[in-house]
T-cell receptor
Framework: DTEVTQTPKHLVMGMTNKKSLKCEQH?????MYWYKQKAKKPPELMFV???????INESVPSRFSPECPNSSLLNLHLHALQPEDSALYLC?????????????FGQGTRLTVV | AQSVTQLGSHVSVSEGALVLLRCNYS??????LFWYVQYPNQGLQLLLK??????LVKGINGFEAEFKKSETSFHLTKPSAHMSDAAEYFC?????????????FGKGTLLTVNP
């Protein structure tokens, strides 16, 4: 199984809502990532978890809160978002600690903030 | 610092023609380089990767890339384009900021294939 599964596929939320994005993989990867991708732009790294610990936070606003409950799951909690946060949110996973290993990406969650 | 530059934001070819997508890297150490493809409204899929084992790397769907240290290039090619190759292609390098976890993408090249 080389899949990274993200739910939901689409999400529309108001600026006062609280929602969560979910990501799951069963490849035994111990590194998991959240990326944000705006239209016609490359993905931008947001967070990296390594062995279930937050390893990298790319100065992401606190209205985005990541969580890694176990080695297979990764969540992104959203609260008080702005319309400019509308984007495709991609989860990825890889083997930990090795620069030559590829990241496997999920299909993404298309988020619209209204 | 590791970075990649993709030359040409849009490449258009005829079906059956050669596909050439350009990527140049900047790295102070031997880089780990990747090509990913993204179809509309989907995630990214790995086409191939360079990890110093061989300079000519073969990937999926008939794509290949050649690592040329003298030219700091890692261009992606396919001998004969198919309509299904129409997508966005990203070159990427890992190791930015000294972290193996940081994958830095180029700006992408949109490939269109004309019948």
């Amino acid at each position: 199984d080389t899949e990274v599964t993200q739910t939901p596929k689409h999400l529309v939320m108001g600026m006062t809502n609280k929602k969560s994005l979910k990501c799951e993989q069963h490849m035994g990867h111990r590194a998991m990532y959240w990326y944000k991708q705006k239209a016609k732009k490359p993905p931008e790294l947001m967070f990296v978890y390594s062995y279930e610990k937050l390893s990298i936070n790319e100065s992401v606003p606190s209205r985005f809160s990541p969580e890694c409950p176990n080695s297979s799951l990764l969540n992104l909690h959203l609260h008080a978002l702005q319309p400019e946060d509308s984007a495709l949110y991609l989860c990825a996973s890889s083997q930990a600690g090795q620069g030559n290993t590829e990241a496997f990406f999920g299909q993404g969650t298309r988020l619209t903030v209204v | 610092a590791q970075s990649v530059t993709q030359l040409g934001s849009h490449v258009s070819v005829s079906e059956g023609a050669l596909v050439l997508l350009r990527c140049n890297y900047s790295s102070s150490v031997p880089p780990y380089l990747f090509w990913y493809v993204q179809y509309p409204n989907q995630g990214l899929q790995l086409l191939l990767k360079y990890t110093s084992a061989a300079t000519l790397v073969k990937g999926i769907n008939g794509f290949e890339a050649e690592f040329k240290k003298s030219e700091t290039s890692f261009h992606l090619t396919k001998p004969s384009a198919h309509m299904s190759d129409a997508a966005e292609y990203f070159c990427a390098v890992s190791g930015a900021g000294g972290s193996n976890y940081k994958l830095t993408f180029g700006k992408g090249t949109l490939l269109t294939v004309n019948p």
